[in-house]
């Protein structure tokens, strides 16, 4: 009865497909979470390059009548419609002008579903795009 026990191999195959197991839903986790994490960059990055076109539209149009230098971005204007396009996105952001151009930053966060089970925290996720004035050239005919 003792040898039977030693050549007994009952239940080592359960042992190694719990093994299995684990590590294929390890590694899909990794796929849909580290998925996810890049869509919602994408997503920040479509919303920076929105709020900074949104902001660059937001001149100085005394400048720009008078003929004179490029017109600047009003800092107000921009301000208020980056913040005003990030709020819609449901992110938050900060704005930058500089004379002509406009750089924001967007930030969104993202929340693993299933790395989160074994204790993945929100991951930020941060993405930045300008817009600069550029002046048109019309012909008149």
């Known amino acids: 009865m003792n040898r039977r ?5 009952r239940g080592d ?20 979470d580290v998925g996810g994490r890049l869509r ?9 390059r929105q709020a900074a076109r949104a902001a660059g539209q937001q001149i100085e149009t005394s400048q720009a009548q008078n003929g004179g230098a490029w017109p600047d971005v ?4 921009a301000q208020g419609a980056a913040h005003d396009v990030l709020t ?13 151009t406009v750089t924001v930053t967007a930030t969104t966060s993202y929340t ?6 074994i204790g993945a925290g929100t991951w930020d996720v941060t993405s930045t795009a300008s817009a600069r004035v550029a002046r048109g050239i ?3 005919g």
Do not use: H, K, W
């Open 40 to 48: 919602a960059g994408d997503e920040a990055a479509y919303v920076a």
């Open 74 to 77: 009003t800092n107000s204007g």
């Open 112 to 117: 693993p579903r299933l790395l989160g089970v």
């Open 138 to 140: 019309t012909e008149e």
């Open 88 to 100: 819609a996105a449901g992110m938050t952001g900060s704005v930058n002008v500089s004379g002509q």
């Open 13 to 32: 195959a359960s042992i190694m497909l719990v093994v299995v197991m684990v590590a294929l839903i390890a590694m899909l986790g990794l796929v849909v």
């Open 5 to 9: 026990m030693l050549t007994d191999d």
